[in-house]
């Protein structure tokens, strides 16, 4: 199993539509999460933590299921320019934080 | 000033020439990176320096060696590349709060290297 995994897509969705991927990691102990957005040759550029709790940022959502050991990122009122890949990234437990890992991407396309 | 500044922002090189990359931060961040991105690939990390001294080299050709002048700055040195290296080369920075669980990477634009 790869230590961090996620659905490569794409995403075709039209805009104003919900869209929600997920990521899974392999490490019960990994203790930070987040989401980075990637646009074609540019830079990762960190969309949002990933908190226990579950937080949000307008009309992004991020969560958090220990258990099953995955993340979730949920878009809401898809606009033209959140077309991206989206990763996710994981750091190791405390100590490691150098060598996080970063998932595979999913690439969204939102269609007018 | 959050941002990580690399130059040149494209580079196409012979494979007998020598050329550098350089990153430069000024957000007091001491843990520093190299990282290679392929074409629809994640970014795979190449070199780390903590307080500008290289921690991880993840078994990166010694064609590929990086250093770290001080605590703002990250060079990539290059020699002899292979056309298997074109790649995107993306620098960052972090923090670097030791042990810290919660580091945040912040980019640069990154190099786009062509080798032909």
């Known amino acids: 199993r790869k230590e961090v995994e996620q659905d490569p897509g794409p995403f075709n969705v039209p805009e104003g539509a919900t869209v929600a991927f997920n990521c899974t990691y392999s490490n019960s102990a990994s203790q930070s999460f987040f989401w980075y957005r990637q646009d074609c040759r540019k830079e990762p550029k960190l969309l949002m933590s990933v908190y226990s709790s579950g937080n949000e940022d307008g009309r992004f959502t991020a969560q958090l299921n220990r258990a099953s050991q995955y993340i979730s990122l949920l878009i809401r009122d898809s606009k033209l320019s959140d077309s991206a890949t989206y990763l996710c990234?994981?750091?190791?437990?405390?100590?490691?934080?150098?060598?996080?890992?970063f998932g595979t991407g999913t690439k969204l396309q939102v269609i007018p | 000033d959050t941002e990580v500044t690399q130059t040149p922002k494209h580079l196409v090189m012979g494979m007998t020439n020598k050329k550098s990359l350089k990153c430069e931060q000024h957000?007091?961040?001491?843990?520093m990176y190299w990282y290679k991105q392929k074409a629809k690939k994640p970014p795979e990390l190449m070199f780390v320096y903590s307080y500008e001294k290289l921690s991880i080299n993840e078994s990166v050709p010694s064609r590929f060696s990086p250093e770290c002048p001080n605590s703002s700055l990250l060079n990539l040195h290059l020699h002899a590349l292979q056309p298997e290296d074109s790649a995107l080369y993306l620098c960052?920075?972090?923090?670097?709060?030791?042990?810290?669980?919660?580091?945040?990477?912040?980019f640069g634009s990154g190099t786009q290297l062509s080798v032909l």
């Open positions: 960052a920075s972090s923090p670097g709060q030791g042990g810290a669980t919660n580091e945040k990477l912040f």
């Open positions: 957000m007091g961040h001491r843990a």
């Open positions: 990234v994981v750091n190791p437990p405390s100590g490691g934080y150098q060598k996080v890992t």
